[in-house]
């Protein structure tokens, strides 16, 4: 099994956090952007599989919350947007779990996370990580619309809680 990496990525919240280091189940949600009002999407967005859906995955797994919770889970989305973005998507979306920046994409090249190019950034491709202990016992692709994603997950978490 893998390890997620001993990395410290910064927090929404101020906080560091090392996934490596974390005791319990935890769930990793990598996605690729969130839109801000105001803001335009990167460049050819629309085009892009996949690519939309961000912003209805992280509110599921905010309506799930207590029920991740409940068996144990600690939550966190990851991608490489600026803390200071996901702090604002964060507070705008009332979101209670942390989102992590790996801005710098050191965690992204440790795990071999896979990415996409538009305009002149690149962003995550969506997979998601359930870990215990901070070893990753399940590695899933997201595959059909994200917001789904998040009840799947949590089935896996009751089952193996039972």
């Known amino acids: 099994m893998t390890r997620f990496a001993d990395i410290a990525l910064p927090a929404t919240g101020g906080a560091q956090v090392n996934i490596s280091q974390l005791q319990g189940l935890t769930v990793v949600f990598c996605y690729p952007y969130t839109g801000r009002p105001g803001y335009p999407d990167p460049p050819g ?46 507070q705008r979306m009332n979101l209670p779990f942390d989102l992590l920046s790996d801005a710098e994409q050191r965690m992204t090249r440790e795990l071999g996370l896979k990415t996409f190019r538009a305009g002149d950034a690149d962003y995550l491709r969506r997979v998601t990580f359930i870990a215990r202990n901070g070893t990753i016992i399940e590695r899933r692709e997201v595959a059909g619309e994200p917001q789904n994603e998040p009840d799947q997950v949590l089935n896996t978490l009751e089952q193996l809680a039972r």
């Open 45 to 90: 967005w629309d085009d892009i599989p996949g690519a939309h859906g961000s912003t209805p995955q992280a509110q599921r797994y905010g309506q799930l919350w207590p029920r991740f919770r409940a068996v144990g889970a600690e939550v966190f989305g990851l991608s490489l947007q600026s803390t200071a973005w996901q702090e604002e998507f964060k």
